[in-house]
């Protein structure tokens, strides 16, 4: 009664029967409904939509090809989970979530379907708010019935129980609530809350619930400050004085840093700690090395421990460096430090902060930056928005969402959308990818009037840009990042997300449209989760899309398309909810599993920037397998290069492409470095020295310079040309 959702039936892993309760509680409004006339057949983008009144009417205007037109409708069904709008001035239904309905017009537009002396009505509406999980709402109206009968002894016994019971899902309601924020790392507002939760508030098995989350942050706070107690007097008994100085700075650091997310950094110290075997030293160095390269990886061996430290400051004034003959520079004392081999400058990464700070926030938002970025060659520079989430800790790893605007919309009303708008009072945002921990990127990617994507490498160098320069300014977790984007921002994320399906843990294309490169790309969404949300009256959207649909449906690819009735071009903040429920279930496909063989990929690209997918890059493609976005349609012949990639369990590894240049990137996520690798190129094997793939600290390095990606860094690589040079590319070369 609200949306269609569709899904492959390849997906489906088991069919369970709903579990029904009662019967939902609903409310059928009168209104003058327009049944003939002027029909609504296609609704275009939003210009305004004036608030709903007490009897369920509102103004909707949208923008036509002849202008703004206002629409008056009204609401004629209201459930708890949806409602029926009908247009008043012409003949239209839409139906929209109930909860996208503001608390303040919900209770009015209650209030007006019967008489609120009447306690079977008050009854009726208490229901309508239990149903809808609103349970303040509920428990006002049952009191609101007492009080007009306070003297009724039999009614308040009848209202007793269902009191007590709100007064526990209340609790419940709660108390997941916080689990969630605990969970997004928001400690200090978990804590705090909880605190403010007492007997009257919270039943009996709620209440202990309380006790023992409160009971839990005790323990780690006295644990954090025992870890930092013991650690300072260890420190003061280290008699050399040239490894004091040497260790102070990242005592000092500790010290200043350590907190609920990363005190496990020294669970092998606090273990250890009181160890009489092990000298101070000894102890001290597990603390260090602890918080350099996380847990597994401390060791007792002071030594290293100092080098850990240089080791990373080295990596940092790498990574910060402004030029190649500086970056040079700082390379080469890579080789006077222990600790400067590969295999620790990959784990100091996966810890350490990211390598460049970021500015300032905004006057007004203290959650909010504003950076910027080159463009792309002789292009302006791209100025983007992040919003980080509350208590943001760039220690911790935070899922982000890349979000692209529509025409004439700005990137802070994409902010907005996601996170919520800044509130004062509180000091923070309170939309849904605060509640869950997300960091939000909002790129102005679009040129001035800019009214249709380009498919350009202009617009993918702005999105790909900002990616890569946020995850080297916050704390990203590269391996949940979601792109999504509404209107043209929803057709440019279709097209950037199947032409970069390794970067995405997920796409989100909002009221988008399938056209030039997406529909050649289809076979890039193998691998990568796709979840579009539109409208049944955006015009012949979903004719124009079905071929694209069908096509990642029929082969069980892991997309939902999702259409809601009634509805056109507008920005469904109906679907955040589920969209929050299904980013949470999911993790970029990067490596496959190391314990999942063979890992293969298929692949097909048609422009020069389209050129890596996963491990594989691409060079030298064939003239014919060359469009530029203006050179649309297709001339006569062109054929996109498919790339088909394997790895095998034996460290064999098999490309087939029609690229006349390829080169392997390697880590040990991949294949084991310490034995031979066999390389077969489009049927031919690859020479190599000894058979070995040698890592290298320059390799890893710059890899992490140009794609930001600290979880995931390659060791190694190997170019070759794989033989598949037409005349064409010869003479062009």
């Known amino acids: 009664d609200l949306r269609r959702t569709w899904f492959s039936k390849r997906l489906i892993e088991k069919v369970t029967e709903e579990q029904r309760g009662e019967l939902p509680e609903k409310f059928i409004i009168q209104q003058r409904v327009m049944r003939e006339g002027l029909a609504v057949r296609t609704v275009g983008p939003v210009a305004r939509i004036k608030p709903f009144d007490e009897y369920g009417r509102r103004i909707f205007t949208m923008l036509t090809l002849r202008g703004p037109v206002s629409i008056v409708q009204g609401i004629t ?250 970056r040079t520079q700082i390379l080469e004392r890579f080789s006077a430090y222990e600790a400067g081999s590969p295999a620790l400058v990959a784990k100091l990464l996966a810890q350490m902060k990211p390598p460049l700070e970021p500015p300032a926030p905004e006057a007004n938002d203290s959650h909010c930056y504003e950076l910027e970025v080159p463009g792309l060659a002789d292009t302006p520079a791209v100025r983007y928005l992040v919003a980080v989430p509350p208590e943001y800790d760039p220690h911790r790893r935070y899922p982000a969402i890349l979000t692209l605007h529509g025409a004439g919309i700005s990137p802070a009303r994409q902010i907005d959308w996601w996170a919520g708008a800044w509130n004062d009072k509180l000091g923070m945002r309170m939309g849904q990818a605060s509640r869950h921990g997300y960091i939000v990127i909002a790129p102005d990617w679009t040129a001035e009037h800019q009214k249709q994507y380009q498919y350009s490498a202009r617009e993918h160098a702005a999105v790909l840009n900002c990616l890569r320069d946020a995850c080297r300014r916050f704390s990203i977790d590269t391996d949940r990042v979601f792109l999504s984007g509404h209107s043209i921002g929803g057709d440019a994320a279709w097209d950037i997300g199947l032409a970069h399906p390794d970067l995405w843990a997920g796409v989100i294309p909002f009221v988008a449209t399938a056209d030039k490169f997406c529909i050649l790309y289809w ?166 020295r000894g058979g070995l793939i040698e890592p290298k600290v320059e390799t890893l390095l710059e890899d992490v310079r140009t794609r930001g990606d600290r979880q995931h860094p390659f060791w190694a690589k190997l170019e070759t040309p794989t033989g598949r040079l037409d005349s064409t590319s010869r003479t062009r070369q």
């Open 77 to 326: 069904v209201l459930t708890p989970t949806w409602a029926k709008v009908e247009g008043l001035t012409h003949s239209w239904d839409m139906r929209i979530a109930t909860s996208s309905i503001p608390r303040d017009e919900l209770a009015k537009i209650l209030t007006k379907q019967g008489d609120p002396s009447d306690v079977e009505f008050r009854k009726r509406v208490a229901r309508f708010y239990l149903q809808a999980e609103r349970y303040d709402e509920a428990a006002k109206e049952l009191e609101a019935i007492l009080a007009q009968r306070p003297g009724d002894p039999q009614l308040k016994q009848a209202l007793d129980p269902s009191i007590r019971k709100l007064k526990e899902l209340r609790a419940r309601q709660l108390l997941a609530e916080l689990q969630l924020r605990r969970e997004a790392g928001q400690h200090r507002l978990v804590l705090a809350q909880l605190r403010k939760i007492t007997p009257d508030t919270a039943p009996g098995a709620e209440m202990q619930a309380v006790r023992e989350m409160i009971q839990e942050y005790e323990t780690l706070e006295s644990q954090r400050a025992e870890t930092l107690k013991r650690l300072e007097a260890l420190a003061k008994q280290i008699d050399n004085e040239a490894i004091g100085q040497r260790i102070a700075p990242v005592l000092k650091e500790i010290v200043a840093e350590l907190s609920f997310n990363t005190l496990d950094r020294l669970s092998a110290f606090r273990r250890m700690a009181d160890d009489s075997s092990l000298q101070p030293g000894e102890r001290v160095s597990l603390a260090l090395s602890g918080w350099l390269l996380g847990p597994k990886d401390a060791t007792p061996k002071l030594s290293t421990s100092i080098s850990l430290f240089g080791t990373r400051e080295l990596i940092r004034q790498y990574l910060t460096a402004p030029d190649r003959l500086t």
């Open 523 to 688: 076979e890039n969404a193998a691998r990568l989760p796709l979840y579009f949300v539109c409208g049944e009256l955006d015009g012949a959207k979903m004719t124009k899309n079905a071929r694209d649909f069908d096509r990642y449906l029929k082969r069980g690819y892991n997309a939902t398309v999702v259409e809601y009735l009634g509805r056109g071009h507008e920005d469904f903040s109906d679907e955040i909810l589920r969209l929050f429920d299904w980013m949470g279930r999911l993790r970029r496909d990067f490596f496959f599993r190391r314990d999942s063989f063979p890992k293969r990929f298929t692949a097909v690209t048609l422009r020069q920037w389209d050129s890596f997918f996963w491990w594989v890059e691409l060079g030298q493609l064939p003239v014919k397998a060359q469009l530029e976005p203006d050179d649309w349609p297709p001339p006569r012949g062109t054929q996109p290069v498919q790339t088909e990639a394997s790895i095998t369990a034996t460290n064999n590894i098999f490309v087939k492409t029609g690229a006349g240049q390829v080169t392997l990137w390697f880590s040990p996520e991949m294949v084991d470095l310490e034995k031979r690798v066999n390389v077969t190129i489009n049927g031919s094997r690859v020479n190599l």
